[in-house]
T-cell receptor
Framework: ETGVTQTPRHLVMGMTNKKSLKCEQHLGHNAMYWYKQSAKKPLELMFVYSLEERVENNSVPSRFSPECPNSSHLFLHLHTLQPEDSALYLC????????????FGQGTRLTVV | GNSVTQMEGPVTLSEEAFLTINCTYTATGYPSLFWYVQYPGEGLQLLLKATKADDKGSNKGFEATYRKETTSFHLEKGSVQVSDSAVYFCALPMYSGGGADGLTFGKGTHLIIQP
């Protein structure tokens, strides 16, 4: 298994749908992250989980709901999204007790129609 | 929190040209510094890192030196190849203390290498 795996790779959803993004890491890390990458904007940190506890929520709308059931899995639940939420959603993990690099998954390309 | 500024592209070079992508940062203390690369349709891959002042990170012919005097971490490569075409991001931890804070990134520099 590769380090950080995200599914699905591509997702098209209507504004009234509910869907979930999944992330799994096989690196033994204790921190996981969701980032949003939109065209022409810097990467935005959305959520941080350390030891399965949420430690950061950067003013993300409530239509995005994260879940971290254990240190290896991270979900992002989506509901009633807007077209401007279309973006590449990246999951990452790190050894969160020191300032080490983060390892990223390949991302989920989300299109809201 | 910490922040980073990097030159924006696109940067277009011919194969075998010398590459420099500028990155400057604002930080409390001396956090680790990173360069990431993103190929089309992919996530971000760590290219190199430096964990303390005057360290030089290197990988795949790319180098960057942690310069605390100029608060810079410029990316260089002596001879670029077409396969180096990608988007490059400079990054550092959002806060300089320990713990899981996430990274803050520059806007990315799109590098295009022509044969």
């Amino acid at each position: 298994e590769t380090g950080v795996t995200q599914t699905p790779r591509h997702l098209v959803m209507g504004m009234t749908n509910k869907k979930s993004l999944k992330c799994e890491q096989h690196l033994g890390h204790n921190a996981m992250y969701w980032y949003k990458q939109s065209a022409k904007k810097p990467l935005e940190l959305m959520f941080v989980y350390s030891l399965e506890e949420r430690v950061e929520n950067n003013s993300v709308p409530s239509r995005f709901s994260p879940e971290c059931p254990n240190s290896s899995h991270l979900f992002l639940h989506l509901h009633t999204l807007q077209p401007e939420d279309s973006a590449l959603y990246l999951c990452a993990s790190s050894q969160g007790d020191r300032q080490t690099e983060a390892f990223f998954g390949q991302g989920t390309r989300l299109t809201v129609v | 929190g910490n922040s980073v500024t990097q030159m924006e592209g696109p940067v277009t070079l011919s194969e075998e040209a010398f590459l420099t992508i500028n990155c400057t940062y604002t930080a409390t203390g001396y956090p680790s510094l990173f360069w990431y690369v993103q190929y089309p349709g992919e996530g971000l891959q760590l290219l190199l890192k430096a964990t303390k002042a005057d360290d030089k990170g290197s990988n795949k012919g790319f180098e960057a030196t942690y310069r605390k005097e100029t608060t810079s971490f410029h990316l260089e490569k002596g001879s670029v190849q077409v396969s180096d075409s990608a988007v490059y991001f400079c990054a550092l931890p959002m806060y300089s203390g320990g713990g899981a804070d996430g990274l803050t990134f520059g806007k990315g520099t799109h590098l295009i290498i022509q044969p």
